[in-house]
């Protein structure tokens, strides 16, 4: 072994030794935890193999199954979203999701929602304008049902 000097700021060799085999035994214990783990997240995923393997037996494909769990997570983090908005903000969030339908959910609508909210031009207005031109009667009465009250009245006239 080194020598180490003690003196001022300096362990003696018996106390360092001592902090080298407790880290050292640390170690291999943060390692044995480690494999523990792992170990459990392997039979976890066992399990869900075989889960998914019965469901395909049954005729449920397993892309879907995880498309429906995934849809799930998603709604639950929108949910989470939305509760953390004041009162006012949450209603028009609601508003807006009932109007647009899944389309909110998408990337592209998220922009459509959010130029919407910041800008009120003519061109905006124009498409909106055709696209309430192009609805079904039941989609029209779903995209009133969400509008503002300031515009309903507006609505009708389309």
Request: glycine share 4%; net charge negative.
């Given at each position: 072994?080194?020598?180490?000097?003690?003196?001022?700021?300096?362990?003696?060799?018996?106390?360092?030794?001592?902090?080298?085999?407790?880290?050292?035994?640390?170690?291999?214990?943060?390692?044995?935890?480690?494999?523990?783990?792992?170990?459990?997240?392997?039979?976890?995923?066992?399990?869900?193999?075989?889960?998914?393997?019965?469901?395909?037996?049954?005729?449920?494909?397993?892309?879907?199954?995880?498309?429906?769990?995934?849809?799930?997570?998603?709604?639950?983090?929108?949910?989470?979203?939305?509760?953390?908005?004041?009162?006012?903000?949450?209603?028009?969030?609601?508003?807006?999701?009932?109007?647009?339908?899944?389309?909110?959910?998408?990337?592209?609508?998220?922009?459509?929602?959010?130029?919407?909210?910041?800008?009120?031009?003519?061109?905006?207005?124009?498409?909106?304008?055709?696209?309430?031109?192009?609805?079904?009667?039941?989609?029209?009465?779903?995209?009133d049902k969400a509008a503002p009250k300031a515009d309903a009245a507006a609505a009708k006239?389309?």
């Amino acid at each position: 072994m080194a020598r180490v000097l003690e003196g001022r700021n300096r362990t003696n060799p018996d106390e360092m030794a001592s902090f080298v085999d407790k880290f050292e035994e640390l170690e291999k214990e943060k390692l044995r935890e480690k494999m523990s783990y792992m170990e459990r997240c392997r039979r976890i995923q066992t399990q869900i193999n075989e889960l998914l393997d019965d469901a395909k037996d049954q005729g449920l494909p397993k892309n879907v199954l995880k498309g429906v769990v995934k849809a799930r997570e998603f709604e639950r983090k929108a949910d989470a979203v939305m509760e953390a908005l004041e009162d006012d903000a949450q209603a028009l969030f609601k508003d807006i999701r009932q109007a647009l339908g899944d389309f909110a959910d998408l990337p592209l609508g998220a922009a459509a929602v959010e130029r919407e909210e910041t800008s009120d031009d003519d061109r905006t207005a124009a498409i909106v304008g055709a696209v309430k031109d192009d609805m079904t009667e039941d989609e029209q009465a779903a995209w009133d049902k969400a509008a503002p009250k300031a515009d309903a009245a507006a609505a009708k006239v389309h």
